[in-house]
C-alpha cells in the first residue's frame, strides 16, 4: 500500500424508514403547500431570495416546533444523524447532536436553488417529500476545489471520489446527510411538477 487516502468528505443517504413512509409524505405534503398558502412573511422573502419557488427558511424554521407530523419526521431523522455521526466518528459524549431548523421547499418549474451551505449547524441534510420523475438532484462540490488553482481536470473516467461534483438523486422518502459546511446545489427543476423538499440542522451548540 503506498498511497493513503485521508480527510474524506461523507454524504450519506438511505431511506427514512422501511414502511409508513408514504401515509408520513402525505401528511408532509398537505401541511407544506399549506403553509406556503398561510406564510405571507415567507413568500415575500422567497420573492426576493428564491425566484418563482417558496421557502419557510427565513419565517417559520422550526417547523418541528410547531406541527406534530415535522416533529414525527424530526424522531426518525435523530436515528439517522446518529448512524451519520458514527460514520464520521464524531465524539458527541458530552454534548448530543440537536435538530434546531427544520424548512420547506418548493421548488416549481425551472426554480433553482443556488449553491450555499449552512451556516452555524454541524449536520445539514434534505427528506424528499415530492419528487417528480425527472427533477433535479443535490449537486456536492469538493471542499478543496478553491485550493486547485494549478490542477489539471480529473479524466472523465474518474472515479466519483476524484470528481470535483457528484449528484444524488432526490427520491422521495429518503433523507441525505451532510456536513454543515459541504457546499451545494440544486439545478433548474426541468419538471413541470413542484419539487418538494425538507430541509434541516443539527447542530452540536
Ligand atoms: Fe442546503
Redesign the pocket.
Known sequence: MSTLSLFPTLIYNAPLKKTGWRTLNAKLLRESLQLREDDGAGRHWSKQNYPGGYTSYNSVSRMHEVSPTFAMLARELDRHVRKFANALELDTQSRPLTITDCWVNIMPHQVV?GL???PLSTI?G?YYVQTPKGSSG?KFEDPRLDRMMAAPPRRSDARPKHRPWYIVQAEAGTVVLFESWLR???APNPVKSERISI?FNYSWF
Request: charged residues 10%; aromatic residues 0%.
Open positions: 436553488h450555499h451551505l449552512h445539514s434534505t443535490i451545494h446545489e440544486v430541509s
